[in-house]
């Protein structure tokens, strides 16, 4: 199962891909978990400590690393275009509580058609997850998605959108839809958050339609309480995770 999770900020990506990640590792499954947001939190959501998390250096700060593997340096503007990364995911995860979490940093583009070194990296890194034949891979990634060359989009299963039942977010599923065709997704489907009420959901419903509709979270107080207590909201919200069992089921099914 290979996934990646967008929306607009704050809708719940984080929140989601986190106790996805955790409902797989906790079957077994050999789960990695891509953080490749500028913010990186995917790491307090799984269940790390804010000390913990601020230890992590992502792979695109890793100056040395980077040269080694492109070739690049001060001295050499020539450099590999498809450096071997195989072995990275491994080396560099981090297991929190039974999940790899790679936390992958941003890049600065200043538009489109950077091949800066580190770009080239990251691309050469997502791609390499996409291979990675029984495991999950979860990518908690931002609204856009120039992170990922038309190769490794077209490898994912889908791309799952987050929105919450407004307007605004229900608009990035629609641009999230025409990029994804651009890139050769195979499918994108939504996962409606913080839902309050009937008319939430019917809002939703009117908006998504129901082939792409994985399902709904409803808004959590609990949810709200392990963010603040810097705690996993499966730990914390029952409810949520039984939601999220049901959306995961979905994708079960889908994947056969
Ligand atoms: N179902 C929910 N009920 C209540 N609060 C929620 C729910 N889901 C997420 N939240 C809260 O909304 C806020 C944003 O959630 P989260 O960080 O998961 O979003 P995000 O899309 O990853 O944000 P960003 O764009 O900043 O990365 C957090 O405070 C989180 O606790
Ligand atoms: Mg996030």
Known sequence: MKVAITGKGGVGKTTFSSIL?????????????????????????????????????PVAKMRALVEERTGANNLNKFFKLNPQVSDLPDKLSKNVNGVKLLVMGTVETGGSGCVCPEHVM?????????????????MDM???????????????????????????????????KRLAADLGVKRVSVVANKVRDEKDEAFIRSKIPEEDLLGMIHYSAD??????????????????????????????????
Not at 152 to 174: H, K, L, N, W
Not at 229 to 247: C, G, R, W
């Open 21 to 57: 990640c955790r409902l797989y590792a906790e079957e077994g499954r050999n789960v990695l978990a891509a953080d490749v947001d500028p913010d990186a939190n995917l790491g307090l959501a799984l269940g790390l400590s804010e000390e913990e998390v601020n230890e992590i250096v």
């Open 122 to 138: 990251l691309q050469a890194l997502l791609s390499a997850l996409v291979f990675r034949k029984d495991d999950v891979v979860v």
């Open 142 to 176: 931002e609204a856009g998605l120039e992170h990922l060359g038309r190769g490794t989009a077209g490898m994912m299963d889908q791309f799952i959108v987050v929105v919450e039942p407004g307007a605004r977010s229900v608009q990035t599923y629609g641009n999230v």
């Open 223 to 256: 949810v709200i309480d392990a963010d603040r207590n810097e705690a996993s909201p499966f730990d914390y919200s029952k409810e949520t995770v039984e939601e999220i069992k049901l959306i995961k089921a979905k994708m079960d099914a889908k994947e056969k």
